[in-house]
C-alpha cells in the first residue's frame, strides 16, 4: 500500500495509503518507471552508473542529520545511501540478476511496497541533506545497473615479489662509462650497454653473482635486469644533467 508525495518535479516520497489508491499508485509508478527505463537503459548500456557507486555515510552526513548547527558543513557532491540500506539493496539485485527488464521492473515494484518504511528513512534522510534529485529513481538506477552486474568474487591481492638489487660496484661502473660515452654524438644507451659488457667483464660477474645470492636464478631474468638498470642509469644522468 503505497501513497506519494511530490516534493519535486521528480521526487517523491512513498508513505502508507489507503487499500483503494493501491492501484492507481502502482500503475503511476509502473508508468513513470517505463518512461525512465526506456530512455536511459540505452544510455547506460555498457557502463554502470557513478550515481550508484556510493559508500558508508559520512560524519558531514551525521552531523547534518543531527541538527548540528555549530559546525558549518561544506557543500555536499556526493549523496550516498548508508550501508544498511545498500546491502538490501544488493541483495535484491542479486537475486533479480538474470530477469529481463519486464521481470526486474515487477519485482522492484513489489519490493519497494514491501520495504516501504525502510525507503521512505532513506528518502527522508538524502532530502534532509538536501538532495533535489529523483531518490526512488536513484534506487532502482543502483540496482539495475550497478548492483546487479557486481562480481561477488574477491579478488585476490596480488603478491609483490621483493626488490632485488644491483650491487653498488656495477652500478658506479655503469654511471662512470655512461659519463664517459654520452658526449659523443652516436651514442645511444642499447649500443652502449653492449660495449660496456665487453668492456667490464669482471664486474658483471660479480653483479651476476649477487643478483644470485638474492634469490634470482633465470639467466634471461638476470640479462634483462642489468639491461633495464643501465638504461636506467642512462636516463638518470641526462634528467640530472
Given at each position: 500500500m503505497i501513497k506519494v508525495k511530490v516534493l519535486h518535479q521528480h521526487q517523491y516520497i512513498i508513505a502508507p495509503a489507503k487499500q483503494s489508491n493501491k492501484q492507481t499508485i502502482k500503475r503511476k509508478m509502473t508508468n513513470e518507471l517505463e518512461t525512465?527505463?526506456?530512455?536511459?537503459?540505452?544510455?547506460?548500456?555498457?557502463?554502470?552508473?557513478?550515481?550508484?557507486?556510493?559508500?558508508?555515510?559520512?560524519?558531514?552526513?551525521?552531523?547534518?542529520?543531527?541538527?548540528?548547527s555549530t559546525k558549518i558543513c561544506p557543500n555536499i557532491y556526493r549523496y550516498k545511501f548508508t550501508q544498511s540500506?545498500?546491502?538490501?539493496?544488493?541483495?535484491?539485485?542479486?537475486?533479480?540478476?538474470?530477469d529481463d527488464r519486464k521481470s526486474f521492473k515487477e519485482a522492484w515494484l513489489l519490493w519497494v511496497e514491501t520495504n516501504l518504511d525502510m525507503i521512505n528513512t532513506e528518502i527522508a534522510r538524502l532530502t534532509d541533506l538536501k538532495y533535489d534529485g529523483d531518490i526512488v529513481d536513484k534506487m532502482f538506477k543502483s540496482a539495475r545497473y550497478y548492483f546487479r552486474k557486481k562480481s561477488t568474487k574477491k579478488t585476490e591481492p596480488c603478491i609483490r615479489r621483493n626488490y632485488v638489487?644491483?650491487?653498488?660496484?656495477?652500478?658506479?661502473?655503469?654511471?662512470?662509462?655512461?659519463?664517459?660515452?654520452?658526449?659523443?654524438e652516436n651514442y645511444k644507451p642499447s649500443e652502449g650497454f653492449s660495449e660496456f659488457c665487453n668492456n667490464n667483464v669482471d664486474a658483471l660477474?660479480?653483479?651476476?653473482?649477487?643478483?644470485?645470492?638474492?634469490?634470482?636464478?633465470?639467466?634471461?631474468?638476470?640479462?634483462?635486469?642489468?639491461?633495464?638498470?643501465?638504461?636506467?642509469?642512462?636516463?638518470?644522468?641526462?634528467?640530472?644533467?
Open positions: 525512465r527505463i526506456g530512455r536511459e537503459e540505452e544510455a547506460s548500456r555498457g557502463g554502470d552508473w557513478a550515481i550508484a557507486q556510493r559508500g558508508l555515510v559520512t560524519d558531514q552526513e551525521s552531523r547534518a542529520l543531527a541538527g548540528d540500506f545498500m546491502d538490501e539493496l544488493y541483495q535484491f539485485s542479486k537475486i533479480h540478476q538474470y638489487s644491483v650491487q653498488k660496484e656495477l652500478l658506479d661502473e655503469m654511471d662512470g662509462h655512461i659519463a664517459a660515452n654520452i658526449v659523443n660477474k660479480k653483479g651476476i653473482a649477487h643478483l644470485m645470492e638474492q634469490g634470482m636464478k633465470d639467466s634471461h631474468e638476470i640479462q634483462d635486469k642489468i639491461k633495464k638498470t643501465y638504461k636506467n642509469r642512462y636516463f638518470i644522468f641526462i634528467t640530472n644533467k
